[in-house]
Nanobody, 120 residues
Framework: VQLQASGGGLVQPGGSLRLSCAAS????????MGWYRQAPGTQRELVAA???????NYARSMKGRFTISRDNAKNTVYLQMGSLKSEDTAVYYC???????????????WGQGTQVTVSS
């Protein structure tokens, strides 16, 4: 199983960016998916999470600026980021709880991370 994140890059303050993360491999079921971020010298923190039924939760500082969504048919989670600030600069990681086979159990997986830099 692999989580492949993409969409990071350099954006100016106030700009927007959309991250994608696709899960591939042997997948029977995916429950929660989410995005975390880690800036240099800080701990990894939750950005947003979404259930299989598309109920979303956001960290307080991201609410209203970021939108998480998912496409269950594509095993993909998205993060639409708007009104970006310099303090949003970080490596963004996707995360998923998924079951590889019908007789297995849910395990937690991380993507490789994608750099988002907000700077003029």
């Amino acid at each position: 199983v692999q989580l492949q994140a993409s969409g990071g890059g350099l954006v100016q303050p106030g700009g927007s960016l959309r991250l994608s993360c696709a899960a591939s491999g042997s997948i029977f079921s995916i429950s929660d998916m989410g995005w975390y971020r880690q800036a240099p010298g800080t701990q990894r923190e939750l950005v947003a999470a979404i259930t299989s039924g598309s109920i979303a939760n956001y960290a307080r500082s991201m609410k209203g600026r970021f939108t998480i969504s998912r496409d269950n048919a594509k095993n993909t989670v998205y993060l639409q980021m708007g009104s970006l600030k310099s303090e949003d600069t970080a490596v963004y990681y996707c995360n998923a709880n998924l079951m590889e086979t019908w007789y297995g159990h849910y395990k937690n997986y991380w993507g490789q991370g994608t750099q988002v830099t907000v700077s003029s």
